[in-house]
């Protein structure tokens, strides 16, 4: 079976957005630009487009190349005092000569939409609850759950280890009781993890790393995984085509992952705004 992320993604915004009628002040989600990637101008437009849609306030700050740490510092101080701001998210990667890491610890964590920040961090991996959990680690753990797809006991094998997706995706199943394994660019046989896998998660930005006879019958694969190719199509890691004939369910490139990643951040959103807000 396909999974369907962009109807469950539908159905998380549509939820959202009646909830957030209910309220006169709406939420509101700050974006930081400092880059010059094609991908990311993407990206921010449509976590823009997303905010606008849902009636929050949307900010988004685009900076070129003369932006300096001390600017962008003071940027993240203003937006964890400004009360009409809940989330502040800075798209990675900013550009070389800024502190990515030093930017992003600046980030209030109550306001770190994105869950990056190693307070929010700390505590996913220390399964307690963070004030936001990264949202395309979040986002696939709900999709699991949407098609009723068993975690607790199961092993799951997650490929690449990155802050963003690997580790945090590695912690939540591990939190959901699957037993993880997370292999890397460094692991030897990567077939015999796969072939043991009841659930894969790739996440390496290879093509067609994953193939058919890599996957077990029956096993459930998520593909996480965006590549461009030369003649403009996206694909994942996973060889779709084929493996969707072994596969008892997996996600498309695109409408699998990717939708959720963006509806997840509008939800962390929401329940910043509403602890924000709580009496
Ligand atoms: P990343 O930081 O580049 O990390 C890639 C990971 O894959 C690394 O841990 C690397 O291992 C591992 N890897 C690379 N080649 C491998 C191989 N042949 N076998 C096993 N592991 C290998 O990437 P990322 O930011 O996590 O993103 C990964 C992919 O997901 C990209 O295509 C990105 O565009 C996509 N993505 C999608 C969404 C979404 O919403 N759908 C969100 C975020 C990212 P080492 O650690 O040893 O180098």
Redesign the pocket.
């Known amino acids: 079976m396909i999974i369907d992320g962009k109807k469950v993604a539908f159905l998380i915004l549509e939820e959202l957005k009646e909830k957030v009628k209910k309220f006169d002040k709406k939420p509101g989600l700050a974006v930081i630009l400092a880059n010059d990637d094609p991908s990311s101008r993407i990206y921010v437009a449509s976590k823009e487009k997303h905010s606008l849609n849902l009636g929050y306030k949307s900010c988004v700050y685009r900076f070129d190349n003369s932006i300096t740490q001390g600017k962008l510092t003071e940027l993240i101080h203003e937006l964890n005092e400004n009360p009409d701001i809940n989330g502040i998210l800075v798209q990675l990667p900013l550009y070389s000569h800024l502190n990515e890491s030093e930017i992003i610890e600046l980030i209030d964590p109550r306001k770190d939409v994105d869950g990056f920040h190693p307070f929010n961090i700390g505590k996913l991996y220390a399964g307690f609850n963070p004030y936001a959990v990264c949202c395309?680690p979040k986002?696939i753990v709900k999709l699991l759950k949407a098609y009723n797809i068993k975690i607790e006991g199961k092993n799951a094998l997650v490929?690449?280890?990155?802050n963003?997706?690997?580790k945090p995706v590695a912690s939540l199943l591990s939190n959901e009781n699957a037993t993880v394994t997370l292999?890397?660019?460094?692991?030897q046989n990567?077939k015999e993890y796969t072939k043991n896998a009841d659930i894969i998660v790739s996440?390496?930005?290879?093509a067609k790393?994953i193939t058919s006879s890599m996957v077990k019958k029956g096993a459930v694969v998520i593909d996480?995984?965006?590549?461009k190719q030369d003649n403009g199509r996206l694909v994942g890691?996973v060889d779709f085509e084929k493996v969707k004939d072994v596969a008892s369910y997996i996600t498309p490139v695109p409408g699998g992952?990717?939708p959720?990643?963006i509806a997840c951040l509008m939800e962390n959103t929401f329940e910043l705004f509403l602890l924000h807000n709580k009496r």
Not at 203 to 206: F, N, S
């Open positions: 395309t986002g490929i690449g280890r990155s963003i997706v690997g292999a890397h660019s460094k692991t990567l996440a390496t930005g290879k790393l996480v995984g965006i590549i890691d992952v990717g959720m990643t």
